[in-house]
């Protein structure tokens, strides 16, 4: 089972910049073939925001974040062990919420991650204006 641990949240004034960071361990190289970040809104569904293929460095994003937000992954390739990056730009009172990291073995182009399975406990950002 892979173990997924985010960080990185906080407070920030309208216009502000985050980075969120996902460590994954465990069976990476067998398990996992994407990681995205999701995010959930108070009063809305979780919703998928950005998608990288960890072996293609191919990213898909939701239109809502395009060009504010960018996901990417550290060079290490550990087999074991691999950190996903969320950086948050221009950011805005209404991207207040929860932010999560998930992981999961299939991966499509015009879709992103799907199948997820693994998920973190999530990290709070708070944008005041």
């Known amino acids: 089972q892979v173990q997924l641990v985010e960080s990185g949240g906080g407070s920030v004034q309208d216009e502000g910049s985050l980075r969120l960071s996902c460590a994954a361990s465990?069976?990476?190289?067998?398990?996992?073939?994407?990681m995205a970040w999701f995010r959930q809104l108070p009063g809305k569904e979780r919703e998928g925001v950005a998608h990288i293929n960890i072996n293609s460095d191919k990213t898909y994003y939701t239109s809502s974040v395009n060009g504010r937000f960018t996901i990417s992954q550290d060079a290490s390739r550990d087999a074991a062990k691999r950190i996903t990056y969320l950086q948050l730009n221009n950011l805005q009172p209404e991207d207040t919420g929860k932010y999560y990291c998930?992981?999961?073995?299939?991966?499509?182009?015009?879709?992103?991650?799907?199948?997820?399975?693994?998920w973190g406990q999530g990290t709070q950002v708070t944008v005041s204006s």
């Open positions: 998930a992981a999961g073995p299939s991966w499509i182009p015009s879709r992103g991650c799907t199948r997820l399975n693994s």
């Open positions: 465990g069976p990476i190289s067998t398990e996992i073939v994407c």
